[in-house]
């Protein structure tokens, strides 16, 4: 979806509005003349993107989503869905790219009362024109989809507002459009199922692929599901950036301001904030190489890694001297490999477990297992603070235990001296 410096004015004469604003008058000079609730958006929103539109009451969000399906004219700009321009083609062939194309999730999705779940979720099939037997079997899927597989015989008035909502999703789902526009959708809900409704959504994107556009004035919400994010003020997009550039350069003090109590533990993930991996020894460089480097930086623990840099595990310095006093050669024998690793799209959130049992820093790893970062306990919390994670100065192997002494590592050596 590409969408080229919308304009869209409300009031008496919008097409003056936008004319003045563009010859450099601001919101509050023309409003005499109308509401310019859209100023100037423009936008890409990429295939299997969660592109979110976030903004204080009263910011125009409403507005440019319902340019995006057409439900507005813009006062100005184009809004092109894959190939077609939906401001120059005729109020049919709209209908039509909003049945085939785009399905809209609203805060309060009003259903009908009196039929059941299941005719409710089909009904975007039926205004399709798809036939009964073959509507209901789809509705079926997609009500399994919400976790709504045993409500689809009831009546909408025996579900609890959630539930409704997940409906509400259903029936956009099985559209089986491309593109979902969602107006807070999830706003009206109670925090807990709300939060639930919002890991539910991201798994149905990565599933089935859908291009999400996502409005809400919850920057918790927005952060989450956002692969990138717009922030609107005044009818104004003022920034665009992924959750990460928008929390940590914020393009001006309002966006700065609305980002101050995002909780960032949900946001920021172990790739975001992990350091080089520093105490690092390599299995095939043996057990005296690996005794060397943790005395040398100090360090009681390190990380083990082959030479593809495949993850092996932690080894500790007390048990690679055992080795090395008992002249053994083969390092895999003293690794401990007790430490899982995470990835690093895991969220902060689900690492503080772990970090408050390991002394040692969480090591992490790419999809391949190959090591790519170290989590020490000390950045999760400077992360927490918002203050630099990257500090240089922390080791980034730490043990609970402090490293063996240096004089008995390095006479272990020299006793040893002949050894590989
Ligand atoms: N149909 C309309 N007629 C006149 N003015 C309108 C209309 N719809 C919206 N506006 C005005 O446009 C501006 C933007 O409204 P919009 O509903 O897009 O905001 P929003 O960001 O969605 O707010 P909220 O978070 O409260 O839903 C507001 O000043 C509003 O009063
Ligand atoms: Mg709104």
């Not at 563009?22 to 936008?43: H, P, Y």
């Not at 209901?136 to 045993?150: F, M, N, P, T, W």
């Not at 922030?231 to 997009?237: P, Q, S, Y």
Request: glycine share 8%; with cysteine.
């Amino acid at each position: 979806m590409r969408v080229s410096h919308v304009y869209k004015a409300f009031g008496k004469r919008p097409a003056e509005v936008v004319k003045r604003l563009k010859s450099g008058k601001s919101r509050a000079e023309v409003a005499t003349l109308g509401t310019a609730a859209v100023i100037d958006a423009s936008f890409e929103v990429n295939r299997g993107e969660i592109f979110v539109v976030m903004g204080l009451s009263g910011s125009g969000k409403s507005t440019l989503i319902r340019t995006l399906n057409g439900l507005w004219a813009p006062t100005e700009g184009s809004v092109v869905v894959g190939e077609t321009d939906i401001s120059k083609i005729s109020d049919k062939e709209l209908r039509k790219v909003r049945q085939r194309k785009i399905s809209m999730v609203f805060q309060h999705f009003a259903l009908m009362p009196h039929r059941t779940v299941l005719e409710n979720a089909a009904y975007a099939l039926e205004v399709q024109g798809v036939a009964k037997a073959d509507r209901l079997a789809r509705a079926e899927k997609v009500l399994s989809l919400v976790g709504l597989e045993d409500w689809g015989a009831k009546f909408p008035s025996e579900l609890s507002g959630g539930m409704q909502q997940r409906v509400g999703l259903a029936r956009a789902l099985c559209a089986e459009t491309d593109i979902l526009l969602m107006d807070e959708a999830f706003s009206a809900l109670d925090p807990l199922i709300r939060r639930e409704m919002q890991e539910q959504l991201v798994v149905l994107q990565s599933e089935l692929d859908k291009t999400i556009i996502f409005i809400t004035h919850d920057l918790n919400e927005a952060m989450f599901l956002g692969d990138r994010i717009a922030v609107m003020r005044d009818g104004e997009i003022v920034q665009i950036g992924t959750p990460d550039e928008i929390l940590t350069s914020p393009a001006n003090d309002y966006v700065a301001q609305f980002v101050q109590d995002v909780d960032r533990t949900r946001v920021l993930t172990a790739g975001g904030v992990m350091e080089p991996p520093l105490a690092v020894v390599n299995l095939s460089g043996g057990p005296r190489n690996a005794l060397r480097t943790m005395r040398d930086l100090q360090v009681s623990a390190a990380f083990v890694v082959d030479r593809r840099r495949m993850f092996h595990g932690v080894v500790r310095d007390r048990d690679v001297m055992a080795l090395v006093e008992k002249h053994g050669s083969d390092l895999a024998s003293a690794v401990r490999n007790g430490i899982e690793p995470v990835t690093p799209d895991t969220a902060l959130n689900d690492l503080f477990g772990r970090a408050v049992e390991s002394p040692i820093p969480l090591p992490v790893v790419d999809d391949a297992g190959r090591l790519v970062g170290a989590l020490p306990r000390v950045t999760l919390l400077a992360a927490l603070g918002n203050v630099p994670s990257t500090t240089g100065e922390f080791p980034v192997v730490e043990a609970a235990t402090a490293p063996l002494p240096e004089q008995l590592v390095t006479a272990a050596l020299a006793k040893t001296e002949g050894d590989a």
